[in-house]
């Protein structure tokens, strides 16, 4: 096979075998994280739009006044609803409305799981440079996630 070919079909004929195996083992790794946290997160939202509008489990906000408070700016809704603020919602997972919120969660977390899953591959390959960003990049979503990355608000 001429390497013109072997770097066509994706396999780089200059690699060590090793370093190809690494690198395919963490895209699979994160792209399978990614791939089920999204399919999760999405149905998770569709079944908690089904009981919320089915009326299946009570909400803690009655569609009914959901719509009476909808144009209101979100510290105004926050005050007139007393919905939960920050991670306040987690204890109210009981409530129709919050059931397409974890799935909203789950749907938004998947690159941090999918983040998570290739740090022991990139362990093994002893790869410390993507080692450091997938780090960097986790710190980053704790500290947004804590609410210490604000973006000037």
């Known amino acids: 096979m001429s390497k013109d070919k072997t770097?066509?079909?994706?396999?780089?004929?200059?690699?060590?075998v090793l370093e190809?195996?690494?690198?395919?083992?963490?895209?699979?790794a994160f792209a399978f994280t990614e791939f089920w946290g999204a399919r999760i997160g999405f149905w998770l939202i569709m079944i908690g739009l089904g009981v919320y509008t089915t009326?299946?489990?009570?909400?803690?906000?009655?569609?009914?006044?959901?719509?009476q408070y909808w144009g209101l700016p979100a510290d105004q809704f926050?005050?007139?609803?007393?919905?939960?603020?920050?991670?306040?919602?987690?204890?109210?997972l009981g409530h129709s409305d919050m059931?397409?919120?974890l799935g909203l969660v789950i749907l938004s977390s998947a690159v941090i799981f999918a983040y998570l899953s290739i740090i022991p591959a990139l362990v093994r390959a002893k790869d410390r440079v993507y080692l450091l960003l997938v780090v960097l990049q986790l710190g980053v979503f704790v500290l947004a996630a804590g609410g210490?990355?604000?973006g000037g608000h």
Do not use: C
């Not at 770097?7 to 060590?16: C, H, N, Q, W």
């Not at 009326?55 to 719509?67: A, D, S, Y």
């Open 78 to 92: 926050l005050q007139a609803t007393g919905m939960p603020v920050g991670w306040e919602w987690i204890g109210k």
């Open 55 to 67: 009326g299946m489990i009570r909400p803690l906000l009655e569609i009914e006044k959901l719509i």
């Open 20 to 28: 190809t195996t690494s690198r395919e083992e963490i895209n699979r």
């Open 99 to 101: 059931l397409g919120l």
């Open 7 to 16: 770097k066509s079909s994706g396999i780089d004929a200059d690699k060590p």
């Open 148 to 150: 210490w990355l604000t």
